[in-house]
């Protein structure tokens, strides 16, 4: 059982699209990251969102951390192929709990 | 910058035999870790150190035994090796602790395969 529900597992569609993944949980979290990680290599933080209802923007991605702050989401505009990525949420509590994953595929 | 480098990148083990996965980080991180990642499983932690001399257990460290006598140094050993074990290994490290707001900071792995 994850201690973080990530959703949905793979995602395929077209450049120019627009999508959102959510990441859930029933704990709650001191934090929220979010990493990237490209085959081959390690995941690569792209944000950490920390007060409940914070909403953080990184070009084409906007990421929300829940008021309660037990859940998040990644929504990106436009998704182009550069993006094809595994996509990881990471929960704050005594240690970091990570979500199974969502794999991102943009296709031109 | 180096960052975290972790060696080798590929193995083949037979069952039964032993290695040492290598991890060094030239950050000067108090604290470090080492993950199994399998498909659709996302990272599990397998031992985790808050400082030299001090490793403590992660969610799944059966098989596994890790030693951190240097802050640069934290290699995780196998013993025995299972096809169980079969998996990406990846150490991170960072300058907080896992409950803070600090980012890890991940090597490139290790894949190892278990025959």
């Known amino acids: 059982t994850q201690l973080l529900e990530q959703s949905p597992q793979f995602l395929s569609i077209q450049e120019g699209e627009n999508l959102t993944v959510y990441c859930n949980s029933s704990?709650?979290?001191?934090?929220l990251q979010w990493y990237r990680q490209e085959p081959g290599e390690g995941p690569v933080l792209l944000v950490t969102?920390?007060?409940?209802?914070e909403v953080k923007k990184l070009k084409r991605l906007t990421f929300q951390f829940g008021d309660a702050r037990k859940d998040s989401s990644l929504h990106i505009t436009a998704a182009q192929p550069g993006d094809t990525g595994l996509y990881l949420c990471?929960?704050?509590?005594?240690?970091?709990?990570f979500g199974a994953g969502t794999i991102l595929r943009v296709k031109s | 910058n180096a960052g975290v480098t972790q060696t080798p990148k590929f193995r083949i083990l037979k069952i039964g035999q032993s290695m040492t996965l290598q991890c060094t980080q030239d950050?000067?991180?108090?604290?470090m870790y080492w993950y199994r990642q399998d498909p659709g499983m996302g990272l599990k932690l397998i031992y985790y150190?808050?400082?030299?001399?001090?490793?403590d257990k992660g969610e799944v460290p059966n098989g596994y035994n890790v030693s951190r006598s240097t802050t640069e140094d934290f290699p995780l050993r196998l013993e025995l090796a299972a096809p169980s074990q079969t998996s990406v290994y990846f150490c991170?490290?960072?300058?907080?602790?896992?409950?803070?707001?600090?980012?890890?900071?991940f090597g490139d792995g290790t894949r190892l395969s278990i025959l």
């Open positions: 991170a490290s960072s300058y907080g602790s896992g409950g803070s707001n600090q980012p890890q900071h």
């Open positions: 704990s709650v979290f001191s934090s």
């Open positions: 969102v920390v007060t409940g209802g």
């Open positions: 990471a929960g704050a509590r005594d240690k970091l709990v």
């Open positions: 950050m000067n991180h108090n604290y």
């Open positions: 150190s808050v400082g030299a001399g001090i490793t």
